[in-house]
């Protein structure tokens, strides 16, 4: 038991050593610099020797990747090349947002897709199964953001009932608001899984009845 968990172990240090690796690989192989990004129309051969020193982009690419793993280690993920703030702080602050549209994205293929699912593996070529059968056919062949460009002309342009965009406000702050603006964003992640949730679900529960 414990050769296994020893070669497992090592199996992972060595998967994470060659992910972090082609990752630094690819960036460094990206045409864009950085540097040129960062400054913008400020850019000065002064300026860019500096951010250069400063960031550790003059010193060899080996030194460089144990320098960002070494950092990595200790939770620093460097600052952002829009803004100039920690990477820590702008993903603590979409942290809440990503995990209640995550949630609420779920809930919704869940509650969809599983269900439908059962009933029309249940009622087997009935009108609901080809009906239901047809629907999810559909969904999985939209794209997101196709789905996401329609919800926004029918529910925030034509009915209005829906604001198309804006700042995300905290269900704790206003529940009817938070809703009204991640909704949208939900049932454009969500319908698409549900789909999938409902093909899976019915030939799953075919095959058992079978």
Same mark, same amino acid.
């Given at each position: 038991?414990?050769?296994?968990?020893?070669?497992?172990?090592?199996?992972?240090?060595?998967?994470?050593?060659?992910?972090?690796?082609?990752?630094?690989?690819?960036?460094?192989?990206?045409?864009?610099?950085?540097?040129?990004?960062?400054?913008?129309?400020?850019?000065?051969?002064?300026?860019?020797?500096?951010?250069?020193a400063e960031l550790g982009l003059d010193?060899?690419?080996?030194?460089? %990747?144990?320098?960002?793993?070494?950092?990595?280690?200790?939770?620093?993920? @460097?600052?952002?090349?829009?803004?100039?703030?920690?990477?820590?702080?702008?993903?603590?602050?979409?942290?809440?947002?990503?995990?209640?549209?995550?949630?609420?994205?779920?809930?919704?293929?869940?509650?969809v897709g599983i269900p439908g699912g059962?009933?029309?593996?249940?009622?087997?070529?009935?009108?609901?199964?080809?009906i239901s059968t047809v629907i999810s056919?559909? @969904?999985?062949?939209?794209?997101?953001?196709?789905?996401?460009?329609?919800?926004?002309?029918?529910?925030?342009?034509?009915?209005?009932?829906?604001?198309?965009? @804006?700042?995300?406000?905290?269900?704790?702050?206003?529940?009817?608001?938070?809703?009204?603006?991640?909704?949208?964003?939900?049932?454009?992640?969500?319908?698409?899984?549900?789909?999938? %949730?409902?093909?899976?679900?019915?030939?799953?529960?075919?095959?058992?009845?079978?």
């Amino acid at each position: 038991m414990q050769r296994y968990l020893a070669e497992r172990l090592l199996v992972s240090l060595v998967t994470i050593f060659g992910v972090t690796l082609v990752a630094f690989l690819a960036i460094q192989f990206i045409p864009a610099d950085a540097v040129d990004i960062m400054l913008g129309i400020r850019k000065t051969p002064e300026t860019a020797a500096a951010l250069r020193a400063e960031l550790g982009l003059d010193k060899p690419p080996l030194e460089q %990747y144990f320098n960002w793993m070494g950092k990595l280690l200790q939770g620093d993920l @460097g600052k952002s090349i829009r803004s100039g703030e920690p990477i820590v702080d702008v993903m603590r602050q979409r942290l809440p947002v990503t995990i209640e549209l995550a949630f609420l994205a779920s809930f919704i293929a869940i509650v969809v897709g599983i269900p439908g699912g059962i009933i029309a593996a249940i009622r087997q070529y009935s009108r609901v199964d080809q009906i239901s059968t047809v629907i999810s056919m559909i @969904g999985l062949s939209l794209p997101d953001f196709w789905l996401a460009t329609m919800l926004i002309l029918v529910f925030s342009v034509t009915w209005k009932l829906m604001p198309p965009g @804006g700042l995300w406000v905290g269900p704790m702050e206003n529940l009817g608001q938070n809703l009204k603006r991640i909704l949208m964003p939900a049932l454009s992640l969500g319908l698409p899984a549900a789909a999938v %949730y409902f093909r899976i679900t019915r030939s799953s529960m075919l095959e058992v009845i079978n």
